[in-house]
């Protein structure tokens, strides 16, 4: 079976993880064939470039200001990725991107910079249109504040994934409305999550798979260090509640991922 891992932090282990590249490597022996790597800010980026380099065709980079690291100084970080998505694309020859993110809006647990995340949000939007490029997106008790800006902003050209979807059914049909896929992970796995009522109600074509590891591990291993080889475990519980094979969880996902960032 052939699975993709949607939204990884790879090229930034835990402690006491392996080596990133180990990481991959591990994961590429689970039948974790591809993997995602979120990039969060202008730091991410390095670390990010020289894992896809050295994975050509497995592994492949965001770019995006992470919402929790949006600050008073945001627009000149925002200038700064920019420039890099310009750069990297002359380099290349093509945009090395499959998608902008981590973006969004995170009021977990600072709504210090609301209005600079929502302005933030906006602008890497843009960027998306502008280079024809799915968004990754991360909401966090905000739906309804990123809801309202996604809604704006589509003119029918936005796609993207809700990156660790935790929204109610209601929301999940408003994400539908939009064209948005959801990404599952470990949570799924975990006791009174109410995330297996939504994957069964909303079509297997808008769902993906993914770790976020290093956090976020399927039981048993919840509370340890995530990696990308956990998610045919992620897989094989979706398939579980919706009572289809891992076989047809392995072959829709992924379809699914490949489609969306065009791999
Ligand atoms: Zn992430």
């Given at each position: 079976m052939n699975w993709i891992d949607t939204h990884t932090h790879t090229y930034d282990p835990a402690e006491g993880q392996p080596?990133?590249?180990a990481l991959v490597e591990?994961?590429?022996e689970a039948g974790v064939y591809k993997q995602i790597l979120g990039g969060v800010d202008l730091h991410s980026v390095a670390p990010i470039m020289e894992l896809c380099r050295a994975f050509p065709g497995t592994v492949y980079p965001t770019i995006g200001l992470h919402p929790t690291e949006v600050r008073q100084?945001?627009?000149q970080a925002l200038d700064l990725l920019y420039r890099h998505l310009d750069a990297d694309a002359a380099q290349e020859g093509n945009t090395p991107y499959v998608a902008v993110g981590e973006i969004g809006i995170d009021l977990y647990q600072d709504k210090t910079f609301f209005h600079q995340q929502q302005d933030a949000f906006r602008t890497q939007l843009r960027w998306a249109k502008e280079r024809r490029l799915p968004v990754v997106l991360h909401v966090r008790n905000a739906f309804e504040e990123a809801w309202h800006i996604l809604k704006e902003e589509q003119d029918g050209?936005?796609?993207?994934v809700f990156h660790c979807y935790s929204g109610s059914v209601e929301q999940s049909a408003r994400v539908l409305d939009l064209g948005f896929l959801f990404g599952i992970g470990g949570v799924l796995t975990f006791?009174?999550?109410g995330l297996p009522e939504v994957v069964r109600n909303v079509p297997l074509d808008s769902l993906v798979l993914e770790t976020d590891a290093p956090w976020l591990s399927p039981v048993p291993f919840r509370g340890k260090p995530n990696d990308s080889s956990t998610i045919p475990i992620i897989g094989h519980k979706l398939a579980?509640?919706?009572?289809?094979?891992p076989q047809e969880a392995a072959r829709a996902t992924t379809a699914n991922a490949l489609r969306l960032f065009g791999l």
């Open positions: 080596k990133a590249q591990k994961a590429l100084d945001y627009m050209s936005l796609r993207g006791k009174n999550a579980d509640i919706l009572g289809i094979t």
